[in-house]
């Protein structure tokens, strides 16, 4: 559209008016991912940057005030830089309605608006953020006496006034920061803010496992939240953060925060008014807010300290980790839906809030918080961790492999409790991560981290199938230091709670289980006849003692696992095939006889020996 460029002179005239027009065509918004042209809404005329051209004096005043712009509002303005957008007309009625410009540029901070000197009544500009508003008038340019100009960052929430005379014409500029030039590594060092050193080192100290998270006073983009683009005050939140980071040996890194809040609200309607129903358009203001339901805070959009993008995944946090210059309970939500009441439920009003952070963890804490952002993900890091190992070079696989252990001890630290093995509601491998995980512990040959992990599973959870992590650590660590674990995993007598009540107890089916892969792969494993047969008696007596406490305590409603002495029956009966001798069918003969001498507690099973078939 260059070659539709057409003259004009300041002020603007009427004839200018009515040139421009012809030129220009209605100016659409942005909603989500569409492009609307809709005059409820914006009530505008634009041009094209491309059928704008200035004199190079109008340019250098452009410049000028971008400079000034830039100063005040804290931004590098070596690195700034000055891009029409549009030329935007506003005739008599033209308005537009409170919004956000978005980021139409890589590295797009703030908008100008380039107000010229033409006759007109309105048309005012406001602008909000975080409570705050500024209106600018443009006193001296709606009298035709010269241009003025206003700079807004591109998060603030900001509209244009109706027009009620004549014409108003503006310049939309983009302020953009140009790429920082990079420094060689280890050259930044940030000053430190004692007062602050202070404070996160006594959070540090008291709380290591709770991350710091520091909302931004700006909401930023996927692209827009990186050192390099911060805005006003944040920037220097920043080099006070990352300077006391750096003294603390502490991980920063960026994130989105989500907070969604769900209250009991009335609107006094006392129930089928006509204002009770989800997207009641009246002012949230106006209600009774009560009793809180949910609360809940998440941090994702993860990026590093340079604002890479990472692949972290959600992690949840709590009010009290919150800092931030405004108040949190001050934030402004950016959505909010009421249910007023219905007869069967409402009452309640939701809200959401969106922050964009600096978040800090001591690095000593970096796989706890790991594992905090679920074991799913923590999982598939230990195994992309465990890969990588293969491509390192001496200097650093040492490290890599302390990491490796580290975070596969605070997996184990956050292993699930997923209760009694016979009531648990879903299927063994549900939570395939989990399995994923057991078969890669053995591959570390370190019989401690073995004992830790069983040690878990003895107290939270009888679901999960060992089968191939028991046989992979015999194999790859012997007998020697692996059967004393698996004694001790059999043999686990769980704590009653405060009622007295022993929600996994008797052999796990689990157990028995790996008893019977182990029975059927002793030369594979190379366990002696001793190693297993000491397996078996304590899974029996396991049986046995269980059996006994369900009979002297009926009202308990206990029975004991027939599913279990099913399967451990199978395993000495395929032990007994090959290895043969008294002990052996000693010990099959006792399992058999079990439910004859509890014969309460084995009704309605079939337990005849000979059902126990392999």
């Excluded at 710091?212 to 990186?226: I, P, R, S």
């Excluded at 157990?511 to 297993?532: E, I």
């Amino acid at each position: 559209m260059s070659d539709t460029f057409l003259p004009t002179k300041l002020p603007l005239r009427s004839v200018d008016f009515r040139t421009l027009c012809q030129t220009a065509k209605p100016a659409p918004y942005g909603k989500r991912t569409n492009t609307i042209v809709d005059t409820s809404v914006r009530d505008t005329l634009e041009v094209d940057a491309s059928a704008v051209k200035y004199s190079d004096e109008f340019d250098e005043a452009i410049q000028k005030a971008a400079q000034q712009v830039a100063q005040q509002m804290q931004l590098d303005a070596d690195r700034l830089q000055v891009e029409l957008y549009k030329l935007l007309i506003y005739p008599k009625g033209g308005f537009f309605l409170p919004h956000r410009d978005s980021e139409k540029r890589r590295g797009m901070v703030a908008t100008m608006i380039v107000v010229l000197p033409s006759s007109f009544v309105g048309g005012e500009l406001i602008v909000r953020h975080e409570g705050r508003r500024k209106d600018f008038l443009f006193a001296k340019a709606r009298t035709g006496m010269h241009a003025q100009f206003a700079g807004f960052f591109a998060d603030c929430q900001h509209e244009v006034v109706k027009v009620t005379s004549g014409v108003r014409v503006c310049l939309a500029c983009n302020l953009i920061l140009k790429p920082q030039r990079k420094e060689p590594k280890n050259a930044t060092n940030f000053s430190v803010n004692p007062r602050m050193l202070t404070q996160v080192g006594d959070w540090m100290r008291l709380r290591a496992s709770d991350p710091l998270v520091f909302a931004l006073e700006h909401q930023y983009t996927e692209a827009g939240l990186k050192p390099s683009l911060l805005k006003g005050a944040d920037k220097e939140l920043h080099r006070q953060i990352a300077g006391v980071a750096q003294a603390l040996d502490c991980h920063l890194h960026f994130g989105q925060v989500s907070r969604h809040m769900s209250q009991y609200a009335d609107d006094g309607s006392s129930g089928y008014s006509g204002r009770g129903y989800k997207g009641w358009a009246g002012n949230c203001d106006d209600l009774d807010i009560g009793e809180v339901y949910e609360d809940e805070i998440v941090i994702d959009g993860w990026k590093n300290a340079t604002g890479k993008p990472i692949g972290f995944a959600e992690l949840r946090c709590q009010t009290s980790q919150l800092i931030s210059v405004s108040p949190v309970e001050d934030w402004v939500p950016t959505r909010q839906d009421y249910e007023g009441y219905t007869g069967n439920a409402g009452n309640t009003l939701d809200r959401w809030y969106h922050k964009s952070a600096i978040v800090v963890w001591p690095r000593r804490q970096h796989f706890e918080i790991v594992a905090d952002m679920g074991l799913k993900f923590a999982t598939s890091e230990l195994l992309r961790m465990r890969k990588d190992l293969s491509q390192l070079d001496d200097d650093d696989l040492e490290q890599a492999c302390d990491d490796c252990q580290e975070l596969a001890e605070s997996i184990i630290r956050h292993w699930p409790n997923r209760g009694n093995y016979r009531h648990y509601g879903g299927s063994i491998d549900d939570q395939p991560w989990l399995l994923k995980f057991a078969g890669e512990l053995p591959m570390f040959d370190d019989p401690d981290l073995v004992a830790k992990f069983l040690e878990t599973l003895a107290a939270r959870d009888w679901t999960l199938n060992i089968d191939q992590f028991v046989l992979k650590s015999l194999k790859r660590m012997g007998e020697a230091e692996i059967l004393p674990l698996l004694l001790q995993l059999v043999a686990f007598d769980p704590t009653p709670n405060q009622h007295g009540i022993r929600f996994l107890e008797g052999l796990a089916e689990r157990d028995a289980s790996w008893l019977l892969k182990v029975a059927t792969a002793r030369s594979q494993v190379a366990v002696t006849s001793v190693g297993v047969e000491s397996l078996f008696a304590v899974a029996i007596k396991k049986l046995s003692d269980h059996a006994l406490g369900c009979e002297e305590n009926r009202q308990s409603h206990r029975e004991w696992s027939c599913s279990a002495w099913q399967t451990l029956c199978k395993a000495i009966i395929a032990w007994n095939a090959v290895n043969a001798n008294p002990q052996s069918q000693k010990m099959l003969e006792t399992v058999f006889d079990l439910p004859r001498q509890h014969p309460i507690h084995a009704a309605g099973f079939d337990c005849h020996p000979t059902g126990a078939t392999i």
